[in-house]
């Protein structure tokens, strides 16, 4: 007698989504690198993006999925009223029966309500903050309040995050803080390459500083210009590399120009894999206004990088001053000098914070630690899905088994 092979139970099934123009930026890569580790944790996920018709940048979005094993799924969205997004996430979620929404901005809470009227599912969220402030941001807020309060389960990256939802009076039940997480394999430790410190147009006689992040007013780049001025007016042979595109870039240029750092500031425009950035320099500076916990310390930390950061929002949780970086005020140009001038007086304190910043990386905010508590959120949600998952986890591990065990 043959003995019959166990039908296997459908997975659950996440749905990440968020709107997005251009590459994306930080909460991309978080859920790009997503699939790959809930499929070992028994769900099936894929990534669903919103995006402008004919967007160029969303090749490079498909690329870094192909990369990450992540499923990606492009919605055209031609403004606030289209009411085709609203169908088309409606269709998907019909067709691969979605367990979980999981929306990562202010439109895709909302859309997350409309598209629940159509098809039973939970609904999670992940507030990542908002740190570009225009005319239209407080709407935006207004419309995250409103739909989060109607959430499952809210996931916040950072404390003032979740203090900020406690303060919307979403009961804490509901309320998860997980910190921001990379795949730490993926960067490397080793030191400066001169073949890419070339590539920028630095010998190895600069000690090259590098940034990374949207051209715009929050990132503080004005003032790191500012800073680099006066140590380069001090004499030291410094270089410093800005990589990102934004609506400041031709005003940050024209600082530069006026500074007369041409020979020691470069704006490298878009760079498709910020590795290449992290492997020429020698220290990482984050100078932002605003922030949660940004994953381009995670990421030059990983590098095995000595890092020096404004005192923004999710640093306190990643960085101790003098231990595995170099911690100054926000909106400072003097505290941006000295904390530089402090990190390049010693090459010993450089490589001391910098494998610090490693071990912090991989002892605290490693993904599969990060990924293994998102799941925990979603065995929250109701006792059928956490059986479910539970079920689907362990028939995972068991098709993992080599034969015979």
């Known amino acids: 007698m043959i003995d019959s092979v166990p039908k296997q139970k459908p997975k659950p099934f996440v749905l990440h ?10 909460p991309e ?13 028994g769900i099936d996920s894929a990534c669903l993006f919103m995006r402008p018709p004919g967007d160029e940048g969303f090749a490079t979005l498909e690329t870094k999925a192909a990369t990450a094993k992540a499923e990606i799924i492009g919605v055209d969205d031609c403004g606030p ?3 085709n997004v609203v169908r088309e996430c409606i269709r998907i979620c019909k067709e691969r029966n979605v367990t979980i929404w999981h929306a990562h901005d202010y439109k895709s809470n909302a859309l997350g309500l409309l598209v629940r009227r159509a098809h039973k599912m939970r609904l999670v969220t992940t507030a990542h903050g908002w740190v570009r402030f225009t005319a239209k941001t407080p709407v935006y807020y ?6 989060m309060k109607r959430y499952d389960q809210v996931i916040c990256v950072s404390q003032d995050l979740h203090d900020r939802c406690r303060k919307m009076r979403i009961p804490t039940e509901r309320l998860t803080l997980i910190d921001n997480a990379i795949v730490v394999d993926d960067y490397d430790p080793s030191p400066p390459h001169q073949i890419e410190r070339n590539r920028f147009g630095f010998d190895n006689q600069h000690i090259v500083l590098g940034a990374v992040g949207r051209l715009s007013e929050e990132k503080g780049f004005h003032h790191l210009i500012d800073a680099v001025a006066q140590l380069v007016a001090d004499g030291r042979p410094i270089g410093l590399l ?28 878009f ?6 950035l992290y492997r020429a320099i020698d220290i990482f500076v984050l100078s932002s206004l605003r922030e949660g916990l940004p994953n381009v310390v995670l990421e030059a930390m990983a590098s095995q990088r000595a890092v020096v950061t404004t005192n923004v929002n999710g640093i306190p949780r990643l960085v101790t001053n003098g231990e595995n970086g170099i911690v100054v005020e926000t909106d400072s140009v003097e505290e941006l000098y000295q904390g530089l001038e402090v990190c390049l007086e010693s090459e010993e ?15 605290q905010f490693c993904f599969g630690r990060r990924m293994a508590t998102v799941v925990d ?6 006792a059928s899905l956490a059986q479910q998952i539970a079920a689907s986890h362990a028939q995972e591990r068991h098709m993992a088994e080599p034969a015979g065990v």
């Open 17 to 26: 989504t968020r709107v997005v123009t251009g590459t994306g930026g930080g």
């Open 29 to 41: 890569k978080t859920i790009l690198n997503s699939p790959r580790y809930l499929r070992e944790l």
């Open 81 to 83: 009223f289209d009411r």
């Open 142 to 147: 207004m419309i995250d309040r409103l739909s």
């Open 242 to 269: 800005i990589a990102g595109e934004g609506h400041l870039k031709e005003q940050l240029q024209a600082q530069i120009d006026k500074r007369g750092l041409q020979n020691n500031v470069r704006l490298v425009g």
């Open 271 to 276: 760079l498709s894999d910020p590795r290449d």
């Open 349 to 363: 304190l450089r490589q001391r914070i910098a494998a610090a910043g490693r071990r912090t990386v991989e002892e």
């Open 377 to 382: 959120v979603y065995s929250k949600l109701d």
